[in-house]
């Protein structure tokens, strides 16, 4: 008997190349505990509906925790020559207990034995994400709890715009990794229906007991069409698009820090043990991680890409094509771990450069919507208020004059209501705590947040 | 006063070609509706919070009222010269009001409105989805329904692998249908969050009320953060890969009907109203429109990426890259509703060609399985159980006999426990109906699950 | 007879919904005029074989020119019922000639008919975006000539590097430019091929003279094989690869103008005429097109995309799906040329803020590898020169001191060979001047290369 | 000193998870040999130049030479602790030489230094796949050549249209295949650039001489300025979309492939030794490695989108992103020459069915273009031939009729100069041999181009 799970119709053995271009092992071992798993509810029910005598799937069961342990041990060995992880699995059993091995693919197929172990490696993987966002979160908290007073100028376009708490603009970032989370969390729920069963793609005529298996191996639910059961890739492309989004969302943070890290912002100071230097260049300490996660949205997208492609136009039920949605999918869920990993401890490192973030403050153009503001509250139009200030900002800039140094004779030119009190309006306290509106950026405002995030992620652990 | 929103501080007109490179009312224009229903409820409240008269607040409401009812009556008047929707709608106001239209734009930003107005968008359109695809269940599963005792040979990999149920094969749409559902559902759930009173990045110092105006536009929640309120497009991409993956699913579909409706498959034909013909070749009759939908998921993945890129790296709060978001969320979302409405009525006009496939269900190999599990009932392994049916396979193909008609005598050569009433399982009636299996194809499973589908779909509307 | 090219073997009408899906008019009426002009050639061909009466082809030539010329002054009248702009100008010709009309789409398919269309939509187009790189080129040519002694810091991670030109930096993009001008000349003679001729897919039984169609339109050459002719997509995924690398470059010139024109770097202040305002900051002056510029990577790509995925697995010859190859090409080639367009005067108006940019020459660290250099031409290893520069710099960085204001003897602490003289070379034009290698930043490379390239753009007229 | 580059500066040890998260070596390591070979002519330059004394430079040079042969002899320790292949190599080289080995490094940096390595590999790989797929061009002739005579049912929309000849149809894939090499070529003349010398981004103080390094490792060129030099990622980006089209075509011919190899359609069969079988269903025999080839295209458009995100709106000169597109890089090259090296067996083993072919030559339906051209001939214009046999067709279905059997009573309805002499061309031969037209699938033309593209690709080796 072949050391394959088929080939006994063919009259001729396949290339070797055939072999090396087919071979998933190099990919799909990675698998191999949930491959056990799985195969040992199997072999559980098979027994429990006697479609196997009791004894052989004792026997299954046994094999295959031994090989578990040596997995966990480290000591299970990956066969190179085997077509994939459950050919490699098969023929362990088989050097463990024999002939019983032959029954275990009883009633199942790689087909759907496949579709489950992604399924459980992906919600496995899904709540290793979580607690990792979660923690960052937790990371990114701390240091807005830590400089809670810090006020920064904001930017649109990256031109200076108005003045935001530092702490404000953080929980900026815990607001869409939480969103990244509720994502997350629905793929979840979407993947936690169980394949096995569907067998080829048809179902079986042996009485298997497909509930028992769910709740063996903690399924929520059972598919309810066998065909779907074994074409369906939606739940692998709905995490790499789930991943493909935070990444985004980490390249504009890394984005975010590696213009405070510039010598010309000057916000923040990457720790020394988060950066690295050049080959050349004496002087330099350059943010590489920064730089290096803003570039793996690449990675990410393109394997999003990847299995789109893959999937495109494919006929229902199981295709070869399929094996290519495990390397892009383990990738992904690497890359975005590892970034998630390192983001933690280079957030709890950053240095806030205080002194030169204030004297970034004087600038007077971050006020000119609270004195547009100030305007409207005396019963100008928005319009007009807006037209007014557009003027007098235009002057200032052209005649080098600063807004405060206004006298009460200028300032009227602009409009009557324009009155020397306006000075009090015109500094970075005052300007942030006005923005006293829900989710605005007063004080207030940002430590009820910043409270209300410390209870929320608390309860998540 | 300029007719635009900005530009008292400017000192020089800008160029021509700016205005034109910039401009965002071609496309934005869609958007009209809501940002005249948004800019309703943003005036009330600026009305009930005394931010500027009631008089005032219910003059712009009467205006823009009148507007909306030009909008519906086909009377709006698009100016391709205003820089976007915004502007238009401000210019229009003003001409039928006056200037208490100056007050509106008060304690809001177009940064916030832009962001609002999507999302009204894009719930809407979900809703019409939703609905576009459960119509869409209902016509597969009439056609299911019409043909419940029609047995298909299945396939994977393309070649002939065993008997199915045509309607198991139609039930299975339906399900990853409901999934594409599902995801819309939550994706909408995360949509439907108020960023209004963000104004352009940092909330206001005006005394508003958020939460008057979430629920006057039908908002579950206000965001909690005006930063994120600005930056965040995640609602976009998330609903661009929920298409996506629907599109994928509907190539998938068209790649069947595509196969099947060849002359070498003729399991189907497709309706002449479906269909084109050629130019030069007199006798043709395409598929046009299911090779369309194939070739549609190019279009939305396009879409999807343009977005994620897009974001890519993008400092937080806004920049002007995020005009672009729109023209993408617009073509896939028009595409995939085009692509829906005209399949349901192709799914109505299938004829299923019986006599064709009942032709293809000789073929003996149909049944391979069926013997396998034959024995295993018998207490052979499976392992054992595919090599000997392996084995007479190849022989039957190398010698051109048919497993029916092969005698005790020769039966026996692979297994004694082989014998003549295998004959009883070698057609297509017994092979689809061994298939209990939950989620199997068995005429019982599969009836139930066209009631119960019924039943669900009944249930939506 | 139907005003279809097709139609009568059908039993039965299409369906409105299939007219309105399958119809192209919408996008292809933009190829009319290669339509008009490849039609002539065909017709003329027909005349010179006898395929068609010369009578009758001289009428069609005749009635085509007219239709031409009403193209061209705008009266041509675009049908938005017809199937596509062939059956357009087929029923526009029909009005203009009668009869005869009838004979024009002999040996002829739409299938090699829109493969020649794009062909020269396209070698035109390359030969537009061309023109426009050239004008480009030479609008940041001579922004480099009127700059030329401009030294600015360099970076490299965003961090301070070393001393350049502004002028070499500029001429970095010209470089990139003249690849892209390269890869479209390749594309466009891979394009040069002449596919009409190839009818359906098979060729035709008329006696047609492709050579002779082929330099009527200008066609370096004509396809040797028809079932590649119709089925090439080829040269479109070409092009739309060409515009994304240039694209990707657009991307990181807007990225290099974005940065510098913040008040942090502060080196350019782009022209008012060019920028636009905040409908809430009165204040702002923000650099939308660079930001439209650097996000429109995102349509490009997704074009790509877009038309990669669409192409992927079609069986060979023609399939409905090419149709939707035109839309993502065209906006491609749109927004490229929009940019190109506006970036030209972008540019020619941007103003270089010397007076801030000197201010940021006084960084020493800007020098550390010239004292390397300096360690280097004095004997010691590039490897002992870099950690003793290193340390030099990290104790000036933490004791706050300059480099230039260390004693001999501090600097003897280093190294014996560091000697005070280093001082002559800690100044930006003496760091740039050193840079003598090919293709360095030395005033004398630079300006070289200034002239040599004035030379080539010239050329290029 | 620390076994790194860098590092002197750093007040601070970097985090293991840094140098884990920032090294390459896991990938770059492939480069080793281009980045010895490039050190080898960089010493060599340097000894020349006197920039180091000439004994160091020997000793350099013989150092390295001993690595190579490590390296080619399966020696070469990588160290997965090292940052990058060029820390490894210099560690290496400081083994075997000493203190000289800190010689290596002067006038270079990493940045230039990578993008030598990744050019040098550029270069060969690209002649390793032209060989390739000229090889892959031979199998495809030599099946031609073996079938010449054989006729098969062209499909469009992959419904039955004309016939042509096999031969025509494997020809087609040559000339795409052709197209595909010019692209690969046209792209390695672009990289064919040293950039080497542009040191860090800015060019050098010493005395370098890049012509003697450009001719010492073969290049055609060397780069005109340094900041393009170490920006520039245009080559990788070119070649990944050269293999995507590559791919698509690849996806195109495994597609036609698994259709033909259907049961249904039956012309050819993929021989067991490239096909693999079901571990579940005994009788199955797929073409799994046409399924990985049609996949495949995913992988290979990921890797290029990829790639292009990574480089968008990246600022000019060198940033740690650029780390990343050496992953996707490889994993397309890769990945097409394994799919190439597999196709070209498979099309060397693949067995025509000729007796199923025949059977299907028997649809009148693939004549009705002869018949139109029949009537053109007779001086019916073209849109009335169509007309006529399009009613012809329809009844003949409608009365289950075949042409053939049409009286000459029965023709004449149609049109008087229909008469019965057309059963002549109602054949596969007669029809095939029609298609005369350059580039038509008569006889005489496939086999004028099956001499032709013998004699091409012969000439390339």
């Known amino acids: 008997m072949s050391n394959r799970l088929w080939g006994t119709r063919f009259s001729k053995k396949t290339s070797a190349l055939t072999d090396k271009f087919t071979s998933s092992i190099s990919f799909d071992k990675r698998l191999a505990e949930y491959d056990i798993l799985g195969s040992i509810a199997h072999a559980k029910m098979l027994g429990k509906q006697k479609i196997i005598p009791k004894g052989d799937s004792n026997l299954i069961v046994k094999g295959l925790r031994s090989i578990l342990s040596d997995l966990k041990k480290g000591k299970f060995k990956f066969d190179l020559k085997a077509e994939d992880i459950h050919s490699n699995i098969q023929d362990l059993l088989f050097k463990k207990i024999g002939k019983p091995a032959f029954k275990l693919h009883t009633a199942r197929s790689r087909n759907d034995q496949i579709a489950l172990d992604i399924k459980m490696y992906l919600k496995d993987e899904i709540d290793n994400l979580s607690e990792l966002i979660t923690e960052m979160q937790g990371a990114i908290l701390r240091l807005a709890g830590r400089n809670s007073k810090i006020i920064i100028p904001g930017y649109t376009h990256l031109q200076v715009a108005q003045c935001v708490l530092l702490a404000h603009h953080l929980l900026s970032y815990i607001e869409g990794l939480e969103r990244d989370k509720g994502r997350l969390f629905d793929a979840k729920k979407r993947a936690d229906v169980l394949p096995l069963g569907a067998c080829a793609f048809s179902g079986t005529g042996l009485p298997i007991d497909r509930g028992f298996v769910a709740v063996e191996l903690g399924f929520k639910n059972v598919t309810a069409n066998s065909i779907d059961s074994v074409s369906d890739r939606d739940f692998i492309i709905e995490v790499l698009a789930d991943l493909s989004i935070l990444s985004v969302r980490l390249s504009r943070m890394a984005e975010d820090l590696i213009l405070w890290s510039t010598k010309e912002f000057s916000f923040i100071d990457i720790d020394f043990s988060f950066c690295t230097g050049s080959s050349i260049m004496p002087h330099k300490k350059n943010p590489d991680i920064l730089e290096l996660i803003r570039g793996s949205v690449g990675k990410i997208q393109g394997d999003l890409s990847s ?45 806030i450069e205080k002194e030169a973030i204030v004297a970034k403050l004087n600038d007077e153009s971050l006020f000119s919507v609270d004195i547009v503001e100030y305007l409207i509250k005396k ?83």
């Open 307 to 351: 299995v789109l492609i893959l999937m495109k136009g494919l006929p229902s039920s199981y295709n070869r094509d399929l094996q290519l949605d495990k390397p892009p999918l383990f990738d992904a869920i690497d890359t975005v771990k590892d970034m998630l990993e390192i983001f933690i401890p280079l957030f709890e490192n950053i240095i």
């Open 379 to 461: 019963g100008i139009s928005y319009r007009e208020a807006h037209d007014i200030i557009g003027r007098m900002v235009k002057d200032c800039l052209d005649k080098g004059k600063k807004i405060s140094d206004l006298s009460a004779q200028e300032l009227k030119i602009y409009s009557p209501k324009l009155k020397p009190d306006i000075r009090k309006i015109l500094n970075a306290q005052a300007s942030v705590n006005l923005k006293k509106s829900y989710g605005g950026t007063s004080f207030n405002s940002v430590s009820k947040q910043i409270k209300n995030w410390s209870k929320r992620l608390r309860d998540t652990f």
